[in-house]
């Protein structure tokens, strides 16, 4: 009977030690790569003309007027 209970203890006590260890480390590399995404996906947009869509400053080629960042 004294086996069997420390059997049971002894598995238990590895599934609590897997999950805890496993549950650690993934946040640190979704905050990074989300903070990448952020930083390169500045565009830009006449206040005019939505459909004019740019990844660089510049001026709108219907209107002329300059395109503002896109939030």
Known sequence: MKTIKNSMLIIAFTMLSVLIFS?????????????????????????????????KPGNCPKCGMALVEKK
């Open 23 to 55: 549950s650690c480390g993934s946040s640190s590399t979704k905050e990074k790569q989300s903070t990448e995404k952020e930083v390169t996906e500045v565009q830009y947009t006449c206040p005019m003309h939505s459909e004019v869509v740019s990844d």
